[in-house]
């Protein structure tokens, strides 16, 4: 197990195995030096953590740790494509979807969830630009759906 | 004629002209090696084939259809860029934006539309990440709209 | 100051200072030749130039400002990464999320206001693919979000 899995480990958050698709596709593509993940859901173990939307069926809060685990789903898949976490060399982009009501506008502090948990598993390495957009729905009624674009050695 | 063109002939799907874009923007842009398509809709003979919101105006089986009509002029848009669908060495990426209530949570089968049809043109090379979301509102009050990135030699 | 920093404040609209994320992420990140940033809201000094949905809160005239405001924070993020915007070869991408209701589909438009900037800014090089999209919510309730990928030498 390389440095990156053994820090997962460590935060709490052992990697689990990818998450395979809900439909007619990869978990994650390399082209060149990049890996492109298809938009994760907070699965665990094979189910969706929470459905529904935010805040109405999902608060905030859990919101924040649902996208947290969708992150980790998408690291599952870089490593699916990649086959070691320890060859990422940056986190380039993350784009959050937060299925919400159209009043809900706290929106970045969900996504947090994601960005934070990349700066504690990559440090420097981990920190990327990011767009956060809510929506009228997600796949199978996830309350967020995370999606990377990540640079390998 | 290149071989992918014939076999989209032989599909009973031949390469449509390119969508000219509803604004101030062009089909497709190449940088390095990978195409970046702009977000096409369901256009057939510059008109939308449906409109309106899945499931409350077009049927999930409708929706479907429609995003390989516009996965079918992404590759129009792919060829605008690059001359020969034959150059194609993988679809990287394919985000489906679907038009749809709250509470239609159905969005992963509608996107395989696009997703089953790349893998009969392109077979491995066809296979990808994607990314289903479904939104408020498209362009023109469109049901789907499909982007693409896609690799080339 | 370089030649499109120059063009800028002909046109008038100077390259503002680079909006601070309103969370755990940075404006814009290089990889190879390509600049992706972060998604950028409609900040004018410091603060959302208007909030709301789309047309019900804010006009689609006022939105289409919002939408080229937005992409000039999108420039400063640009400039950010990596220096000076005259090393910018070509704009690849631009996607434009819309707050809007979902009877609201005169997106295009609204889009334009960025499109229309850049190419005014960039010349040829500025002309790209785009992708646009109505959702739901925006982060602090911003009607408009840009995000830019970017090539440059």
Known sequence: MGRIEDRLEELGFP????????????????TGNLVYTAGQLPMVQGK??????????????????LAQIA??????????????????TRVVKV????????DFTGLPV??????????????????????TVGVASLPLDAPVEVELIVEFK
Chains 1, 2, 3 share one sequence.
């Open 48 to 65: 969706l953590a929470e459905i529904g939307k935010v805040p109405t069926h999902v608060s905030p809060e859990r919101a924040k740790e």
């Open 110 to 131: 969900i996504n947090n969830g994601a960005s934070e948990f990349l700066g504690l598993v990559f440090g420097d390495a981990g920190v990327h630009a990011r767009t």
């Open 71 to 88: 992150a980790l789903n998408a690291l599952a898949a870089v490593k699916y494509a990649i086959g070691d976490l320890d060859r990422v």
């Open 15 to 30: 990697l689990p195995e990818v998450v395979p698709p809900v439909a007619a596709y990869i978990p994650a593509v390399i």
């Open 95 to 102: 784009t959050g979807f937060i299925a919400s009501t159209a």
